[in-house]
């Protein structure tokens, strides 16, 4: 695993998701499709929370104190506990940017790093590199949910106009 390359992807992935919420008006933020799905700002909130609390912190001692406990996390209990749709989109993702530049300048420290110091997790061992890979990809499933969201926006924005002239969803 190249640390440098990773760090890049995850760059880039955080300039899209910042993309993918330019714009959003506070409405739009807070918009769900149903009372199951999370609104932007939630995916946003959730994105900072395992950037502070998730995948830095678990990959650190991973690779550094294996015999460590993980810290807890409950992300989806978090949703409601830390009232995530009531916070203020602009804060939350200038705060994930902070956080993900931490991130990046820890990784960017690391002197080869051990991708298979493993931890040994309550549903069985996890490599640190399979961690890493976890983070990177976790990125990618956040801005898939957030152009279905902004699809979703769109769509109930634009009622009673049709949208689909424009493709197959």
């Not at 008006?25 to 946003?44: G, N």
């Not at 002197?111 to 890493?132: E, F, K, Q, S, V």
Request: a negative charge.
């Amino acid at each position: 695993m190249d640390v440098e390359h990773l760090a890049r992807r995850m760059a880039e992935n955080a300039a899209a998701i910042q993309a993918l919420v330019q714009g959003v008006t506070d409405q739009q933020a807070r918009w769900k499709p149903d009372t199951e799905s999370w609104s932007i700002l939630e995916v946003v909130c959730h994105l900072l929370d395992e950037e502070r609390s998730d995948f830095r912190v678990r990959l650190d001692l991973t690779l550094h104190r294996p015999g460590e406990p993980w810290p807890g996390i409950d992300p989806q209990g978090w949703v409601t506990e830390r009232r995530y749709n009531e916070q203020d989109l602009g804060v939350s993702l200038a705060a994930f940017r902070q956080e993900r530049e931490a991130s990046l300048a820890w990784l960017r420290s690391l002197a080869r790093p051990n991708w298979d110091r493993t931890y040994n997790a309550p549903w069985g061992p996890i490599a640190a590199g399979d961690l890493m890979a976890a983070w990177v990809a976790h990125d990618l499933l956040h801005t898939r949910q957030l152009v279905e969201l902004r699809w979703a926006t769109t769509r109930a924005e634009l009622e009673p106009h049709s949208v689909d002239y424009a493709g197959k969803w």
